[in-house]
């Protein structure tokens, strides 16, 4: 059975960011995937969950505002969290809807995060944490969609993207 992951689609100059940071922090060996923001690990692909997703892209009419406003150790890597009332939102729509076909992980309290560093040591993880946080101040990324992938045991196919459908911005 397939498996699809459910994202965030980021503005050009926001995904060229966080890629470039990906690719400079993350072990190459391991880094098959660009810089994402995940509102779901296994999202339904029934004709409901597509449809929903279709109403979403649609009826919102305004790109997402989100502030990038932390770094944080996760342990074995650093990621930025951020911080989308209205993405909190959506995403909760999405999850009182799906509720019963959603796996453990996307049960649990959304905590938005871009990582850009994983599969590290913690005393790497550290190091890169400090580093960052020396010249870090929290910025405004634009969410213009919502990608839906298809997993493939490592790297993910792009199935179909779900815009938003306006250039205006919903602030924060």
């Known amino acids: 059975?397939?498996?699809?992951?459910?994202?965030?689609?980021?503005?050009?100059?926001?995904?060229?960011?966080?890629?470039?940071?990906?690719?400079?922090?993350?072990?190459?060996?391991?880094n098959v995937l660009d810089a994402h923001l995940t509102l779901f690990h296994q999202f339904p692909t029934n004709l409901?969950?597509?449809?929903?997703?279709q109403r979403i892209s649609s009826s919102q009419q305004i790109p997402l505002t989100a502030e990038v406003q932390a770094l944080r150790n996760i342990g074995y890597g650093v990621a930025?969290?951020?911080?989308s009332p209205a993405l909190?939102?959506?995403?909760?729509?999405?999850m009182t809807a799906f509720e019963n076909e959603l796996i453990p992980q996307d049960r649990?309290?959304?905590?938005?995060?871009?990582?850009?560093?994983n599969k590290v040591s913690p005393h790497q993880a550290r190091n890169l944490l400090d580093s960052l946080k020396t010249s870090f101040k929290p910025f405004n990324?634009?969410?213009?969609?919502?990608d839906l992938w298809q997993y493939l045991n490592g790297p993910w196919q792009h199935a179909q993207y779900y815009p938003f459908?306006?250039?205006?911005y919903l602030p924060l």
């Open 1 to 30: 059975m397939n498996s699809y992951i459910l994202t965030a689609k980021l503005d050009l100059e926001s995904q060229t960011f966080f890629n470039t940071q990906r690719k400079k922090y993350f072990p190459k060996e391991r």
């Open 48 to 53: 409901t969950a597509k449809e929903m997703l």
């Open 80 to 83: 930025y969290l951020i911080n």
């Open 88 to 94: 909190s939102l959506l995403r909760s729509q999405l």
């Open 108 to 117: 649990q309290k959304f905590q938005p995060h871009i990582t850009i560093q």
């Open 141 to 146: 990324i634009i969410i213009t969609g919502l």
């Open 165 to 168: 459908q306006s250039t205006n």
